[in-house]
């Protein structure tokens, strides 16, 4: 069906990957700010987790707080290692019947091999017969609305099951690109159909991945393997609010005394939004310097079509991390001017 | 445009005496996608045949421009400084990157017509 209706494809963790329609990246990723977008993630690994405990086990793993989240709703989160280093960044439903997991695609079958470490074999099931799919953007309520009368009241990060076009689908409010929308996990034989359907609706365009990651970018989200890593904390990354007051303090994670410890003393670089002046695009591994002292790396960076312009994110020494510190990009061996800006550059619009 | 001569890197050139136009496909521009910034080289640069002269970055990625012949810049296209969409909407025309004084114009004979850059297209689809 992508082919159909004009996709480019690329290679990525062993998918076809849809990377541009032929509206192309900037067209796409302007109609999701201004209408809606529909996104084919299904390469994303979605896990289920069953038996009472899975919260408790789950928290063996990672630092954010699992006993805590009220049924119907989700959370961000990511799994650490010793050195408090992030091996994926996912999200994690309380559904009735399980815990519901969505992880990055080239991080899934290690994930499932972790989380079956942690609460054994029978307990982790991996999902492969859901494919999954955003529906992005300011009228993405009222498009789906037509074919989910209610859905517009679903609150922000809460989920529930609905129907589509006679399909079981499990939808949650949230998404990966700032604008208000909805997630959904849809059973293989029936996402064609549920695609068609909102492609039919006259605000809806598809959208690829290119435009899904400039998206991400001017809303100063993480991209996994860019922007998180083994050699990345969550504290440096600014995703401290992903850790609870009872989880900071009772520990209990992998990395649980590195993240103590750079919460109480700060981190000694942090993850920051970067403006480069002028028009070129730094990005990632460009290196940041203030003077002659290198300071930094670019992490994710491109063009940004809403922000006009290029915009970047990186890991900067926490000296000169503080919004409106003049640095200097080193691209192709000249060095171009740029700021520490306040993330996100484009605000969010999330429905509250 | 018959007499534009392309490489196999999708570069154009257009000669007239001495001097000569470059630019990108109209293949490469749609290959590309949205063209968001072009670092173009320095008037009075010398560059050789194959060798790195130019940057192109879309939304996508930046790749490099090469030179198609050798010789030395002479001018450059300030338009596409303001207005890198120019490449997009007129690669083989008003989105020309920079113009160059040839210093051995028998290079042209290894480049492709407009006929066999054509087949040669064809060949990679």
Redesign the interface.
Known sequence: MHAEIGAKFVPFAGYDMP??YPL???KE?QHTRAQAGLFDVSHMGQVRLLGPDADSLLEQVLPGDISCLEPGHLRYTMFTNDRAGVVDDLMVTRRDDDLFLVVNAGCKDNDVRLLRGALGESRVDYVQDRALLALQGPAAASALERHVPGVSSLQFMTATSISIGGADVWISRSGYTGEDGFEMSVPNPAAEEVARLLLAEPEVEAVGL?ARD?LRLEAGLCLYGNDLTQETTPVEAGLTWTISRRRRDAGGFPGDDVIRKQIAEGPTRRRVGIKPEG???A?AHTPVYVGDKHVGEITSG??G?TVGG?VAMGYIDREFAKAGTALELEI?GKRHAAAVEKLPFTPHRYAK | MSDLRFTKEHEWVRVEGSTATVGISEYAQEQL??V??V?LPSVGADVEAGGDAA?V??????SEVYAPVSGKITDVNGDL?AS?GLVNESAEGDGWFWKMELSDPDELGELMTPDEYKTFLEELD
Do not use: N, T, Y
Request: net charge neutral; aromatic share 6%.
């Open positions: 990377v541009q192309g990246i900037l990723h290119g400039s028009r070129a695009p990005r491109g063009f079509p290029p192709r | 996608g949205d968001v910034f670092e940057v970055e879309s939304v996508k990625a930046a400084e890198p």
